[in-house]
C-alpha cells in the first residue's frame, strides 16, 4: 500500500523480525494508515538529516521513533482498530499484536474501499466497535515507560476515558490510574450505581466474564486439541507435538500457537507432498528401470536365439565348407593332373616350335635314293648327299651311298607329324618316276613287317600313341580316309610297266583327320595331314604303254603337271593357284599352300638309264624347295565355325526328315572339299583298328588286272556307267544341260548311286547339287522333291561356292588360253580355262599332246553356256573324238 518507504522497503516475504524492524519508526504504519484514513496522522516525522536508516533504528532519534508510533496508536485507537503496545516493536515484544493491528487496517481500509456500507466487522481477537460505551481501552502502560512525554498522553487517554465512560462517577482519579482494563470495565459498570447494588452486580459481571472465559478456553482447547490429533495422526514420522494448553488465558498467544501450528501443519503438509511426490518420482523411476531391465531381458532373449541360429548357420557352414573344400581339393588335383599334362604339352610344343621355324617359310623336301633291287648288277648316278647338293656322277665313277631304313626317315620327319595334333595341316607326299620307291617309302615294301613299315603307318601309329599320351589334356578324335584318283575318277589301280611290276597308276591318298579339344580351355584345334603317294612320273616312250596305260600316264603326268603349276604358282607367289586343274591338286588345296606344312620325299634311282628322270626330279625338286609358304596356320575352332557345325547339324536334320536323297546331302557336306566340316568316315580312333583299315586298305591294292575298272575299261559299256561325266556322254543322253535340267542331275546322281562311290564325291556333283540350290534356293531329292533351306546355309555356304566344271568340260576348256572362273553367280556357268599347254612338258616331255584333244566344239560349247540353255538341246550335238573312246 504504502510502496518504498526511505529507499527501503519490506522484502517480498519478510522474517518476523524483518517486520518487525520495518514497522518500527512508525513510517510505514503511518501511511499505510493515511492511505486508509486520510488525515488520520496529520503529521508523519521523517528523518531531517542524511543518515542513512537503518533497520535496527540506531540511527533514529526517540522522538521520531516514539512520535511516530505514538500517532499512529491513537489514530487507530480514535478509529476504534485493535492496537498494539510500542514495546511489542521491541525485541522480544509481542508481534502477534501488531499483526492483529495491521491485519485490522488491512480489513478496514479494504471495507472502506468497497464504499463502507453498513457496520465494519473484523475476525481478529479484538473487534473494533464505534460505541464509545463498549469501547475497551487498550492498557497503555507500555508508554508509561518511555520519556516523560508519556505522561501527558497517558493522562489525555485518561481523560477521554473519563469522560467517555461516565465523568459523573466518582471514582478517584487515581484508581482511575489502574492499569488493568477490567478495573475500566468495571468503574464503568458500577458507575452511577448504588454502593448495595454493587457486590450483585460485580457477582453477576464476574459470573458471566468466568462464564466467557470458559467456554472460550473451552472452545479454544476443543480447537487446538483437534488440530493437534489431526497433526498428530497425519504426521507421525515427524515427531510429536509438544502443545501446550496451560495458558488458556492468552488467546493472542492461543491465536499465535494456532497459527504456528498451522504453519507447522503446512510446512508438514509441505514435506509430505514432497515425500509424496519424491516418493511417486521414485516409484516412476523404478517403474522406468524395471520396464528397462524386462526390455533388456527380452533383448538377451533374443540375441540368445540370434546367437544360437547363428551357431547352426556357423555349423551348416562349416559342414558345407568342407564339402566343398573337399571337391575343391579334387578339383585341384584334376587341375594338376591336367596342368602337369598340359605343361608336358607345351614342352613338346617348344621343341616343336624351333623345328617349325626351320620349317618356316618353305617346303621341306626330302630326297632319297632307291638301293639297287635285288638281281640288278650296276653303277649309281648318285655321288654323294650333302649340305643340300645331290652330286650326279657319270658312269666312270661309282659310290655306295649309306642306306637310310625308313625308320630313320620317319623319325625324322615325326615332329612335322606330330604338329597334325596341334592343329595344322599337313602334306606329304612321295613324288618320284615310276619305281624309284615311293611306294616304299609310304607304305612299304609287298613284305610288310615292323621294321619295314611305310610312313603311313607309322604317322598313323605315331598320332594314335601320341594322343594316348595327352590323354587328360586334349580329347582327340582321329578320322582317316583313304582315296586313290585314277585317270581323274574314284579308283585305285595297280599294274604292270616296264620299269616296275608293281606300278601304282593312280595317286593314293591317305588323309588323317584329327579334332582335338583342349580339356583345359575348350580349344577346338583341327589338323589334316594328306600322305601321298602319287603315281610314277614317266616317260611315255620308257614306260612303253600303249591305250590305256598311255592314257593313265598322260592322266598321272598332267595330274603331276598340274602340281607342279601349283607348286611354281606358290613359288612366284601369284595370287591365283591353280588347284583346280586336277582332282589331286584340289585335294591338296587346304594342304599345299600358306596354311600347311608340306614335305615331299623326292625319290629318284640310282640307275644309269635312270639319269634323265632323276636330273628332271631333281629339278622339280629344286623348284619345289624354293616355294616360300609363310607361317603355317594353326586350326582354331572359332565361334563361327561353331556355328556352322550348328547349322550343319540343322540341315542334316531337316534332310533327314525327308529321307531319300539326305545321305547323298550328307556325303557332300561331309567332302574335303567342304571346309571345316567333319568327315563322316567312321573310323575309330584306336589303333589297332586303324591300322588294320589301313592295313586292309593296302591289301585291296591288287594290280590292275585285278580291279574292277579295269574290267569296265575292257567292256565300255560298262565303263560308261562309271561317271565320268562325260560332257558329251551326257549331253547325248540329255538334251538340255545338265545344271539347267533337274532331269540330268536325277540321271547324274542316279549314275551316282550305282557306282557305290563310298565317301570320295566328285567335285561336279556338289557343283550340280549347288546348282539346284541356287536355282530354287532349296534342296532337291533325287527324286524332285525339295525341301526349303534356311537362309543362314543359303548365305554361308552356297553364296560361297564356287563351280567346278566335271572333267570333260574342262577338257574342253583346256583348249583355251583364257580362263574364267565358275561361278553360281546368276545361275551362269563360266568354263574354267586351264592353261596346261605346258603341264604335260613338265613332268612328261614327250606326251602325246594329240592324245590329249578331246574331240569337242569348245566354241560351240561355250556359246551354249553363255547363252541360252535350251538351245543346246538344239545346236549342241558334239561329237566324240574315236582316239578318247
Ligand atoms: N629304299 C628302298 N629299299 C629297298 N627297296 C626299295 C627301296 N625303294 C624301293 N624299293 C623297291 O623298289 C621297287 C619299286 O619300288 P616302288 O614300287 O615303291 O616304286 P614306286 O616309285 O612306287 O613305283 P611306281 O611309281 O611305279 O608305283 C619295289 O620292289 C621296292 O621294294
Request: charged letters at 25%; hydrophobic letters at 35%.
Amino acid at each position: 500500500m504504502v510502496g518504498v518507504v526511505l529507499a527501503e522497503d519490506l522484502p517480498d516475504e519478510p522474517s518476523e523480525e524483518e517486520f518487525r524492524l520495518g514497522l518500527r519508526n512508525g513510517l510505514i504504519l503511518c501511511n499505510a494508515l493515511n492511505k486508509v484514513h486520510p488525515g488520520a496522522v496529520p503529521k508523519v516525522v521523517v528523518n531531517s538529516g542524511d543518515s542513512v536508516l537503518h533497520r535496527d533504528g540506531a540511527a533514529l532519534s526517540a522522538y521520531q521513533y516514539f512520535e511516530n508510533v505514538r500517532n499512529f496508536l491513537l489514530a487507530v485507537q480514535e478509529i476504534g482498530l485493535p492496537i498494539f503496545e510500542a514495546s511489542d516493536l521491541e525485541q522480544g515484544g509481542k508481534t502477534a499484536r501488531v499483526v492483529d493491528s495491521v491485519l485490522a487496517l488491512k480489513s478496514y481500509g479494504e471495507w472502506k474501499q468497497m464504499g463502507g456500507h453498513g457496520s465494519w466487522k473484523y475476525g481478529g481477537n479484538s473487534r473494533p466497535s464505534n460505541s464509545g460505551n463498549n469501547f475497551l481501552r487498550k492498557n497503555l502502560e507500555p508508554f508509561k515507560n518511555f520519556s516523560s512525554r508519556n505522561q501527558p498522553i497517558y493522562e489525555n487517554e485518561v481523560l477521554c476515558m473519563k469522560h467517555n465512560l461516565n465523568g459523573d462517577i466518582p471514582i478517584e482519579s487515581t484508581e482511575m490510574t489502574s492499569s488493568h482494563p477490567l478495573s475500566m470495565l468495571v468503574h464503568a459498570v458500577l458507575a452511577g450505581k448504588r454502593p448495595e447494588e454493587v457486590p450483585l452486580l460485580l457477582e453477576s459481571m464476574l459470573g458471566k466474564v468466568m462464564e466467557e472465559f470458559e467456554h472460550r478456553i473451552a472452545t479454544q482447547t476443543d480447537l487446538v486439541k483437534t488440530v493437534l490429533k489431526g497433526l498428530a495422526d497425519s504426521n507421525k514420522s515427524f515427531g510429536k507435538q509438544k502443545v501446550s494448553i496451560d495458558s488458556p488465558s492468552a488467546s493472542f498467544e492461543m491465536k499465535m500457537e494456532k497459527e504456528e501450528n498451522n504453519f507447522i501443519k503446512s510446512k508438514k503438509e509441505d514435506c509430505i507432498h514432497k515425500n509424496t511426490q519424491e516418493e511417486e518420482a521414485s516409484k516412476d523411476k523404478i517403474l522406468k528401470q524395471h520396464k528397462m531391465f524386462e526390455q533388456q531381458q527380452r533383448d538377451i532373449q533374443e540375441l540368445k536365439h540370434t546367437l544360437h541360429t547363428t551357431r547352426a548357420g556357423m555349423e551348416f557352414m562349416q559342414i558345407k565348407y568342407s564339402e566343398e573344400f573337399n571337391k575343391l581339393g579334387k578339383h585341384l588335383l584334376s587341375l594338376a593332373h591336367a596342368a602337369s599334362s598340359y605343361h608336358k604339352v607345351l614342352e613338346e610344343n617348344r621343341k616343336l616350335y624351333n623345328q617349325v621355324q626351320d620349317l618356316k617359310g618353305s617346303i621341306r623336301v626330302y630326297c632319297r635314293v632307291r638301293p639297287f633291287l635285288p638281281g640288278q648288277v650296276s653303277s649309281s648316278t648318285i655321288g654323294c648327299i650333302a649340305d643340300g647338293h645331290i652330286t650326279i656322277i657319270t658312269p666312270s665313277n661309282h659310290s655306295l651311298l649309306p642306306y637310310h631304313p625308313t625308320e630313320e626317315v620317319f623319325s625324322d620327319m615325326q615332329p612335322l607329324i606330330r604338329s597334325v595334333l596341334d592343329g595344322y595341316n599337313i602334306c606329304i607326299f612321295a613324288y618320284g618316276q615310276t619305281g624309284s620307291g615311293k611306294t616304299f617309302t609310304m607304305s612299304g615294301p609287298k613284305d610288310l613287317n615292323e621294321q619295314t613299315q611305310g610312313v603311313n603307318y607309322r604317322a598313323l601309329g605315331d598320332l594314335f600313341k601320341l594322343s594316348e599320351e595327352r590323354r587328360g589334356a586334349f580329347y582327340y578324335e582321329i578320322s582317316v580316309q583313304m582315296i586313290e584318283i585314277y585317270n581323274e575318277q574314284k579308283n585305285r589301280a595297280v599294274g604292270v610297266t616296264a620299269l616296275n611290276d608293281r606300278s601304282s597308276r593312280s595317286h593314293s591318298c591317305l588323309t588323317v583327320h584329327v579334332q582335338g579339344r583342349d580339356m583345359t580351355s575348350g580349344t577346338i584345334l583341327r589338323g589334316c595331314m594328306h600322305l601321298i603317294d602319287l603315281a610314277g612320273s614317266e616317260r611315255v616312250d620308257k614306260s612303253a604303254v600303249t591305250g590305256e596305260r598311255l592314257k593313265e600316264a598322260q592322266h598321272i603326268n598332267k595330274s603331276l603337271s598340274a602340281l607342279g603349276d601349283v607348286i611354281s604358282a606358290l613359288a612366284q607367289k601369284n595370287s591365283h593357284v591353280p588347284y583346280r586343274n586336277s582332282k589331286l591338286t584340289q585335294l591338296l588345296q587346304d594342304s599345299l599352300g600358306r596354311q600347311a606344312k608340306t614335305l615331299m620325299f623326292v625319290h629318284i634311282s640310282p640307275e644309269m638309264d635312270a639319269i634323265g628322270e632323276t636330273i628332271t626330279t631333281l629339278k622339280f625338286a629344286e623348284r619345289v624347295s624354293s616355294v616360300e609358304l609363310g607361317a603355317a596356320r594353326l586350326n582354331k575352332e572359332s565361334e563361327e565355325v561353331k556355328e556352322l557345325r550348328e547349322q550343319v547339324a540343322c540341315l542334316k536334320a531337316a534332310l533327314a526328315r525327308k529321307g531319300g536323297g539326305s545321305a547323298h546331302l550328307q556325303n557332300i557336306i561331309a567332302s574335303p572339299d567342304m571346309p571345316n566340316v567333319k568327315t563322316p568316315l567312321p573310323i575309330n580312333s584306336n589303333h589297332q583298328h586303324g591300322q588294320e583299315y589301313v592295313n586292309n586298305q593296302t591289301n585291296h591294292r591288287k594290280p590292275m588286272e585285278d580291279v574292277g575298272n579295269i574290267e569296265m575299261q575292257i567292256n565300255p559299256s560298262l565303263r560308261q556307267k562309271k561317271p565320268s561325266f562325260d560332257l558329251q556322254e551326257l549331253l547325248m543322253a540329255n538334251d538340255s544341260p545338265p545344271w539347267l535340267d533337274s532331269s540330268s542331275i536325277n540321271f547324274q546322281m542316279g549314275e551316282y548311286k550305282e557306282t557305290d562311290l563310298g565317301d570320295w564325291v566328285d567335285k561336279v556333283m556338289v557343283n550340280k547339287y549347288e546348282t539346284v540350290i541356287r536355282d530354287n534356293n532349296s534342296i532337291r531329292d533325287w527324286d524332285g522333291d525339295s525341301t526349303p533351306l534356311p537362309d543362314f546355309f543359303y548365305q554361308r555356304h552356297v553364296s560361297n561356292m564356287k563351280v567346278y566344271p566335271e572333267q570333260p568340260y574342262q577338257r574342253n576348256a583346256t583348249r583355251r588360253k583364257d580362263s574364267h572362273d565358275f561361278d553360281m553367280q546368276g545361275n551362269r556357268f563360266y568354263s574354267v580355262g586351264i592353261d596346261d599347254s605346258d603341264d604335260l612338258d613338265i613332268a612328261t616331255s614327250d606326251s602325246s599332246e594329240a592324245d590329249m584333244l578331246w574331240q569337242f566344239n569348245l566354241q560351240n560349247i561355250n556359246t551354249a553356256v553363255n547363252e541360252d540353255a535350251s538351245r543346246i538341246k538344239k545346236h549342241q550335238k558334239p561329237t566324240k573324238s574315236p582316239d578318247i573312246r
